[in-house]
């Protein structure tokens, strides 16, 4: 399977601690995406890479949010001293350098419940 | 800023019956393209059709036709011939002129298709 992958797909965790998603995009894509989607509501930029490089993050991703893409390839998304109002899905996409449309690719997100 | 507007929260349709989802949008840029998505309940976001701004003919697939109507700035989407497995959240989304290739989501449309 060459599509985008999230790990892990769910995550349950108590109010306080911290957890990590990451995302492996499709081999030859350099820009890599986060989004938010709490229930009922459209996917939410967070932040993007292109390569190694974080070019842009959304006034929502506060300083408890770290986004890394160390080597230009997997991703990591760190919550830490999580809330109940982060519970939410994260969906990670990405489109490789010559994107004719620019459709984004999707994987199928992590959904994190905090308790 | 940019902005998509999806106003039905919520559609039924019959079987092998076609519907219209509606989606209007705003934006400054000149140059833009429109994007229509599928999630169905397991999570991932499925590219379903593209329209750019400087398109001249409405775009099609398959089923799925986009209904663009640029003075309105609306970009609505048709589904010809219902089929059960239809029944999921639709989102209109835009990108803009800048380079980060990010897309802006509406709020979504769950359809219900009844057999």
């Known amino acids: 399977d060459t599509g985008v992958s999230q790990n892990p797909r769910h995550k349950i965790t108590k109010r306080g601690q911290n957890v990590t998603f990451r995302c492996d995009p499709i081999?030859?894509?350099?820009?890599l995406y986060w989004y938010r989607q709490t229930l009922g509501q459209g996917p939410e930029f967070l932040t993007y890479f292109q390569n190694e490089a974080q070019l842009e993050k959304s006034r929502l991703l506060s300083d408890r949010f770290s986004a890394e893409r160390p080597k230009g390839s997997f991703s990591t998304l760190e919550i830490q001293r999580t809330e109940q109002g982060d519970s939410a899905m994260y969906l990670c996409?990405?489109?490789?350098?010559?994107?004719?449309?620019?459709?984004?690719?999707f994987g199928e997100g992590s959904r994190l419940t905090v308790l | 800023a940019q902005k998509i507007t999806q106003t039905q929260p919520g559609m039924f349709v019959q079987e092998k019956e076609a519907v219209t989802l509606d989606c209007t949008y705003d934006?400054?840029?000149?140059?833009?393209?429109l994007f229509w998505y599928k999630q169905p309940s397991s999570g991932e976001m499925i590219f379903l059709i593209y329209q750019g701004s400087y398109d001249q003919q409405n775009a099609t697939e398959g089923r799925y036709s986009l209904n663009f109507q640029k003075a309105r700035k609306s970009a609505n989407l048709v589904i010809s011939a219902s089929q059960l497995g239809d029944s999921a959240m639709y989102f209109c989304a835009m990108r803009g002129e800048d380079s980060s290739y990010k897309l802006i989501f509406g709020s979504g449309t769950r359809l219900l298709v009844r057999p």
């Open positions: 996409a990405s489109i490789g350098g010559q994107a004719n449309t620019g459709e984004l690719f």
């Open positions: 934006t400054s840029d000149p140059s833009y393209g």
């Open positions: 081999s030859e894509h350099n820009r």
